[in-house]
């Protein structure tokens, strides 16, 4: 199996050139002038036409000397929702003592940008790339592309892959009432006190509660009764239940998971992921957002 570099430096093997149309004009054109001065015996149209072809030769070493030897990376890219743009950023590092101009980089056929880059100096791009689907997306493959100094040759390279991929999370569905089992409300943290006035959540309206304590102005929205919790310095633990999805097919349950998770962090609860095969424990804060987030992204998915 054969393993993708982290950094990829152009050499002679991995560049290529050919004229462009200006270039193949440009060649037309000395024929038809060599052969005037070969038919006239003009020494002047002689001299003009041997400069402008030496111009030429020379343009074929700047126009590959602008991509010899550049030093190519990608960095990792930040997670992302399905439906969002995963952004690569690609490191563009000259160690040489040349100036490079017009340097493209391309995607497919598509231009991401032309930079210039300065003498031991470097640049970045960012590599936009839709994400569509929840899981793994590969770092975009890449190629360079330049044209100067003259524009009659274009030099490219191969195309760069790089050992990167992107996290994408499921599509968050909109806000969604927590659902728990008919035996089951958010659990208060252990050691901790019921009762008191501070709000600490809401929950599902079951038989018995109190109407004093339902959420009337989401009912007057039109969502499903809610409940409000209360409690004295209480922080619940809510479990994201998969099985309490019933009735809807895989990629829904996921997204109104990944909306639960969001919701329930923003509300600094504790909670907890249950999905078949896998559990995690409650925790709260970013990493363990990102772990919930992670388990559903990868749902069923090979690594």
């Not at 770092?139 to 100067?148: D, G, L, Q, R, Y």
């Not at 479990?239 to 909306?259: F, K, Q």
Request: hydrophobic residues 45%; charged residues 20%; glycine residues 8%.
């Amino acid at each position: 199996m054969s393993v993708v570099p982290t950094e990829v430096v152009l050499g002679r093997r991995q560049l290529f050139m050919l004229p462009t149309r200006y270039g193949l004009l440009f060649a037309l054109l000395l024929v038809v002038q060599l052969l005037a001065a070969i038919n006239y015996g003009n020494g002047l149209a002689y001299a003009l036409t041997f400069l402008l072809g030496s111009l030429a030769v020379v343009s074929m070493l700047y126009t590959h000397r602008n991509l010899f030897r550049l030093r190519l990376s990608a960095s990792a890219c930040a997670p992302v929702f399905a439906g969002d743009a995963a952004v690569f950023r690609l490191h563009l590092v000259n160690a040489t003592r040349t100036a490079r101009y017009g340097v493209a980089v391309m995607h497919g056929k598509k231009e991401i940008a032309r930079v210039d880059i300065s003498a031991q100096g470097f640049t970045d791009v960012d590599l936009p790339v839709p994400a569509l689907n929840r899981g793994w997306l590969a770092s975009p493959a890449v190629t360079m592309h330049t044209e100067f100094p003259l524009g009659l040759l274009y030099s490219w390279s191969h195309r760069v892959e790089f050992n990167h991929a992107c996290l994408v999370y499921p599509r968050p569905a909109a806000p969604t009432p927590l659902h728990t089992h008919p035996m089951e409300s958010p659990e208060a943290v252990s050691g901790m006190k019921a009762g008191g006035d501070d709000f600490i959540g809401t929950r599902e309206f079951q038989p018995g509660d109190s109407p004093r304590h339902v959420d009337w102005k989401a009912v007057a929205r039109g969502k499903d009764w809610q409940v409000k919790q209360f409690g004295a310095g209480q922080q619940v633990t809510l479990w994201l239940d998969w099985d309490t999805l019933t009735g809807l097919d895989m990629e829904s349950r996921l997204s109104v998971l990944a909306r639960w998770v969001l919701d329930a962090q923003q509300q600094d609860l504790l909670y907890g992921l249950r999905l078949p095969e896998q559990t995690v424990n409650p925790s709260n804060g970013e990493p363990h957002q990102h772990e919930c987030l992670k388990r559903l992204a990868l749902f069923e998915l090979k690594s």
